[in-house]
C-alpha cells in the first residue's frame, strides 16, 4: 500500500523513560520530541473492532515509509530509522499536540511490513 503525500503530516516521537520516584513506584517521563512524517487514519475493520472492541474509538493507525533496521533488545524490539528516531512500544507521538506539550497517544502496538504500521492508543 503506498503513501499519500496529500495525507502526510508531521508528528513528534517522545521517548518514554522510566523513573523510579521516592518511594519505589515508576514513573513514566517523556524525552525531548523527533520530527518524523507519517499517514495517520482512525482504526476501523473487522480485526481491530475485534481486538480492541470498545477501545477503538480511542485506536489511531500510523504508517511510515522508509528503511528501517529492526533492533532486539531484552524488552521488546525497536525500529531504528536512523538521525536519533527509534521507535518502541510505549513510547509517545504528539498527533493533535504540539511539539512542546505532553504527548497524546502512545504506541500500542509495532508491525514490521515494509513501511512500518503502528497502532496508537490515546493517553
Not at 503506498?2 to 521517548?15: A, D, G, P, V
Amino acid at each position: 500500500m503506498r503513501i499519500k503525500r496529500s495525507r502526510l503530516n508531521t508528528f513528534y516521537l517522545k521517548k518514554r523513560i522510566s523513573k523510579k520516584d521516592k518511594e519505589g513506584c515508576s514513573t513514566g517521563e517523556w524525552g525531548t520530541g523527533v520530527p518524523f512524517v507519517g499517514e495517520q487514519w482512525p482504526a476501523s475493520g473487522k480485526v481491530q473492532v475485534q481486538q480492541y472492541g470498545d477501545r477503538l474509538n480511542y485506536i489511531l493507525n500510523l504508517k511510515l515509509d522508509g528503511v528501517y533496521q529492526i533492533i532486539k533488545e531484552k524488552q521488546g524490539a525497536s525500529f531504528d530509522f536512523g538521525n536519533d528516531l527509534v521507535f518502541r512500544e510505549q513510547d509517545g507521538i504528539c498527533i493533535f499536540a504540539d511539539e512542546k506539550s505532553d504527548p497524546d497517544y502512545r504506541i500500542i502496538a509495532i508491525k514490521p511490513y515494509r513501511q512500518l504500521k503502528m497502532e496508537l492508543e490515546k493517553i
